[in-house]
């Protein structure tokens, strides 16, 4: 992900069965670390897709959310919502963007990553095989590398008398990772 730029998060919920999950559970958390300041996200939903039979979470299990910036540090984006139908074989694909940006305007490293773990849990009632955890969950680290812009300005000669030319020059640089945009 780029900061400032959106992103779209496709998490797919599968039932691989043999039983009915419906009630089952799904959350999703994100965080951020190594920029040195915090990271607001920005998050919309798009879509949920179900197929083979699920029927999708309420529309208002992802409201809460919507255009509204929210701090990092294991940020809980969707918790305990319930995937209502979820038959044996079926699947829920759920949509989203989410759009990084800094608090403070650089980061004070060259680089961080944007870290985000979905987990589906069984509903009361619902056993798993044996050998099977009750809970799954998946996980995905992606890099971000910051710019660190910088500009400098000098002027030759410092003193001049009047009528006599003198020259600015004007020095923008990146020290950082990842390209300065815009």
Do not use: H
Request: net charge negative.
């Amino acid at each position: 992900p780029v900061l400032g730029q959106p992103y779209e998060y496709k998490v797919t919920v599968t039932n691989n069965g043999p039983a009915d999950a419906s009630g089952a559970l799904w959350g999703d958390t994100m965080s951020a670390t190594g920029f040195g300041t915090e990271v607001r996200f920005l998050v919309d939903f798009v879509s949920c897709v179900p197929a083979a039979g699920a029927t999708c979470p309420a529309d208002n299990s992802f409201r809460e959310f919507t255009t509204s910036p929210v701090q990092a540090n294991a940020l809980v984006l969707f918790r305990n919502t319930p995937i209502p139908k979820f038959p044996a074989g079926s699947s829920v694909t759920l949509t989203y963007k989410i759009t990084p940006s800094l608090v403070s305007t650089s980061c004070s490293l060259a680089t961080g990553s944007i870290n985000n773990s979905t987990q589906v849990a069984a509903a009361d009632g619902v056993f798993a095989m044996q050998g099977t955890p009750t809970i799954r969950t998946a996980s995905v680290t992606m890099p971000v590398e910051c710019a660190d812009v910088a500009i400098r300005k000098t002027v030759a000669p410092v003193m001049v008398q009047a009528g006599q030319p003198m020259v600015f020059s004007i020095d923008v640089t990146n020290s950082g990772a990842g390209d300065a945009r815009n």
